[in-house]
């Protein structure tokens, strides 16, 4: 059973209750992320998301471990570009105790200034690791390209000059803007009573002013373009991507059904054409960057310097294929039942139920039935897919992103009709 209730600060609760379940998974939710930050404050609310484990009023961060070990749970959080998420997944009798924990953590960190300068150097090992991995960043190098000068194109993590600068009070004055009632969204599932965590919340969260609602920064431009990072490696790797649309779009399920076909499964044309019967490729992909009013279809790939070329022409074959309409209905079905399929498996788990939730509060302001989404997934057209894919892989935002052993004049810019 789902409920919500929203209380006098505007803190939103949402529950559904799951009987038969031994766990329960419980998530804060906070609109912060990096799409909210000032360029010399890059990576701040991933900064305070660390921070909030390293000790409260009460709490020593080994005492936070300790308590969360003690049964059995898990404890952990997450930054994205609009939201940070801070969640334990406990036994049903021991939710009091991790509702009462992240309280703990969101309301009484102390952020001393000892475990600031530690988490600042983790930090920066993350930022590290990130660039000594290409295949991770060159995501991170798309989205900054095709968004560039806004908020969107930032990377979570920040960056070394940024980080670097963060101060305590520079922490505190963004808790203080960003983590107020109207910004807060806290979402449970599985074995749980609503009342119950309404009664924990209320007691607790009553000091937490409402503060204002939060107006989103203006809408990106998409900007096409190449870039070449050299790098001396084994292999080149890529990101093709464009414009795609929003998380709360009317046509959602289209965008997702296109790219599943595209590149979204091993059944997927990219997977069986570029590495099953060409062998390009180990790793060949699409996915959605989806926000709340913007999106990014992406596709992956990492190859050998001499077949760059040959991979990123295939990718284009398919681009246009899509946009032709040569789409079979056995294609369309597979799509379709594997779309229902990952989604009716994902809610046999508390953890995932509770991800739902809060994005369809946040994206949607609402909880579609599984019946009304299952409808929305098989209304989909081989005709609705060719529009879509006619109205996104255009070359007006088509931008490509390459990391490996290579220069300008190796990328097959004369596939592109894009400026380099």
């Not at 930090?123 to 968004?147: A, G, R, T, Y």
């Not at 600068?165 to 520079?170: A, E, G, N, P, T």
């Not at 399920?253 to 076909?261: Q, R």
């Not at 946040?362 to 209304?379: H, K, M, N, T, Y």
Request: proline share 4%; hydrophobic share 40%; charged share 20%.
């Amino acid at each position: 059973m789902l409920q919500k209730s929203t209380l006098d600060n505007g803190i939103r609760v949402v529950t559904e209750r799951m009987p038969g379940l031994h766990s329960v998974t419980v998530g804060f939710w906070v609109q912060n992320g990096s799409r909210h930050e000032e360029v010399s404050l890059n990576g701040i609310s991933h900064f305070i998301e660390h921070m909030l484990f390293k000790g409260t009023t009460t709490r020593s961060s080994l005492q936070i471990a300790k308590e969360i070990d003690s049964v059995g749970g898990v404890l952990n959080a997450f930054t994205g570009r609009e939201f940070s998420c801070y969640f334990a997944k406990v036994l049903g009798d021991k939710l009091p105790h991790a509702i009462s924990l992240l309280s703990d953590l969101v309301l009484n960190s102390v952020f001393e200034e000892k475990e600031i300068e530690k988490e600042r150097k983790v930090i920066l090992q993350e930022i590290s690791m990130v660039e000594d991995s290409p295949d991770e960043q060159v995501h991170d190098l798309f989205s900054e390209s095709i968004w560039h000068s806004h908020p969107l194109g930032q990377p979570v993590l920040g960056k070394v000059d940024t980080v670097s600068r963060i101060s305590r009070d520079m922490l505190l004055q963004v808790m203080q803007q960003r983590y107020h009632g109207q910004n807060i969204l806290i979402v449970a599932a599985g074995d749980l009573l609503h009342q119950e965590i309404i009664d924990q919340i209320e007691q607790v969260f009553s000091v937490v002013p409402a503060g204002a609602p939060d107006n989103l920064c203006t809408l990106p431009d998409y900007r096409p373009g190449v870039r070449v990072t050299a790098k001396e490696l084994e292999q080149v790797h890529f990101c093709l991507g464009c414009k795609a649309l929003p998380q709360n779009h009317d046509d959602r399920f289209v965008l997702h059904l296109l790219n599943s076909i595209l590149g979204g499964s091993m059944s997927s044309r990219l997977f069986q054409e570029v590495r099953e019967q060409r062998g390009l490729a180990y790793s060949i992909y699409s996915y959605l960057n989806t926000h709340s009013d913007a999106g990014a279809l992406i596709v992956y790939g990492g190859t050998r310097p001499d077949k760059l070329s040959e991979t990123i022409k295939l990718v284009l074959d398919q681009f246009a294929g899509l946009k032709q309409g040569y789409i079979g209905s056995e294609e369309l079905h597979m799509a379709r039942e594997q779309m229902k399929g990952t989604l009716l498996l994902s809610l046999e788990s508390t953890d995932n139920r509770m991800t739902r939730l809060a994005k369809n509060e946040i994206f949607l302001g609402r909880q579609p039935v599984i019946e009304e989404i299952i409808s929305e997934i098989d209304a989909v057209t081989v005709d609705a897919l060719t529009r879509v894919a006619n109205q996104l892989l255009t070359d007006d935002s088509l931008n490509l992103q390459v990391v490996g052993p290579t220069n300008r004049s190796q990328v097959p810019i004369s596939l592109l009709s894009i400026p380099v």
